[in-house]
């Protein structure tokens, strides 16, 4: 039987340490405090978000291998869960793994970074950095930017479905989709890039004794609710967000945890269609203590049968799943190590993923 034992905040000096396989879980060092920005707010609930802020390495993207720490007596000590690593595993665990352990597949292909770009405008705008009408050029920027540390590493951009002569058109085109349809409604005050990790839960089974802790990185953190920026090539429906997403779920529990909300918790998509004539919508979702507990038992099950394959037959598969849009050569970064190295041929030119 798995019992639930308590939660808690990220102190200071506590050091993030691992499990699974040795890549699977980023290690972290957390402490209060950190440099980071954040919009001017006499919100104590901000403040206190700003208090219990959570510094990990200064390129976030660069995260260190997994490691297991027999140093206290135990096999496990914590379990570090992205919802990005989550909603992978729970498509695909085999895909989770993978790419877990091969980091050099991953492709910048030309959706991620359109949206990364644009999630650079918006942030510029939110910290005060620029003014609106600069917003568009400041995106567009940022993309060739990258583009250009890419060519200088002798990589190219991974095409998806967006010709490469319309990417300045749609980058600028959702930029200013944000800040006409988004914006007006986004309230001030709020912490942007709010950086997290925080305890949810304390594990302790038959096998395994660990805590599970949730971590990443909220595009927009208020008192009033989370919000998050997504480039889409189609706009979202909000019944199927409000009963399948993860994401959110995970933001409203860590936020809930930390002490810096109360549920029910409103989580917003601000959604960006991607081409050139492109309209925001706002989607919101609401997620309750119950959506909590699911979202932490659904983790605990998941972590739970992974942490015993690797354990006793650390060379095998784990759980593979194909009947979903991203198992496709265009978007799944394994799909030679997985599927592709049994069949090829097929029509791998999937619609894009919302």
């Not at 901000?46 to 140093?71: C, E, F, L, S, Y």
């Not at 942030?123 to 200088?152: M, Q, W």
């Not at 490469?164 to 200013?176: C, G, L, T, V």
């Amino acid at each position: 039987m798995t019992t639930v034992l308590d939660r808690g905040v990220c102190r200071k000096t506590d050091i993030a340490v691992s499990v699974l396989t040795t890549q699977v879980f980023p290690l972290i060092v957390c402490h209060n405090g950190g440099e980071r920005g954040g919009l001017a707010s006499n919100s104590a609930t901000v403040a206190k978000a700003t208090a219990h802020r959570t510094t990990v390495t200064k390129t976030h993207k660069q995260r260190k291998k997994m490691r297991i720490d027999n140093g206290n007596g135990y096999d496990v000590t914590k379990v570090f869960v992205r919802q990005s690593w989550l909603g992978d595993a729970l498509m695909c665990p085999e895909r989770a793994r993978l790419t877990a352990l091969h980091p050099e597949t991953r492709k910048e292909n030309d959706s991620a970074m359109m949206g990364t770009a644009v999630h650079a405008g918006i942030e510029a705008i939110l910290r005060g950095d620029i003014s609106t009408p600069d917003i568009s050029d400041f995106a567009v920027n940022a993309f060739r930017s990258r583009e250009k540390e890419l060519l200088a590493e002798g990589k190219q951009i991974n095409i998806t479905n967006t010709e490469p002569k319309n990417w300045n058109k749609h980058i600028a085109s959702m930029a200013e989709a944000w800040a006409r349809d988004i914006m007006p409604h986004v309230p001030e005050g709020g912490e942007t890039e709010y950086k997290f990790a925080t305890k949810v839960a304390g594990v302790d089974n038959e096998l395994f004794e660990y805590e599970l802790w949730f971590e990443g990185t909220m595009d927009y953190f208020h008192p009033q609710g989370i919000w998050d920026w997504k480039t889409a090539a189609r706009k979202y429906y909000q019944a199927e967000k409000q009963t399948q997403n993860v994401q959110s779920a995970v933001y409203a529990e860590a936020s809930h945890a930390m002490g810096l909300i109360d549920y029910p918790v409103t989580f917003n998509f601000g959604v960006m269609i991607r081409n050139a004539s492109s309209t925001g919508q706002i989607v919101s979702v609401t997620r309750t203590p119950e959506h909590g507990q699911w979202i932490i038992d659904q983790t605990i099950a998941l972590v739970n049968n992974l942490l015993t394959v690797q354990a006793k037959m650390p060379s095998t598969r784990w759980i593979v799943n194909d009947q979903h849009y991203l198992c496709s050569q265009r978007w799944c970064p394994v799909w030679s190590m997985c599927k592709g190295s049994y069949i090829t041929g097929d029509n791998n030119n999937a619609e894009e993923a919302n």
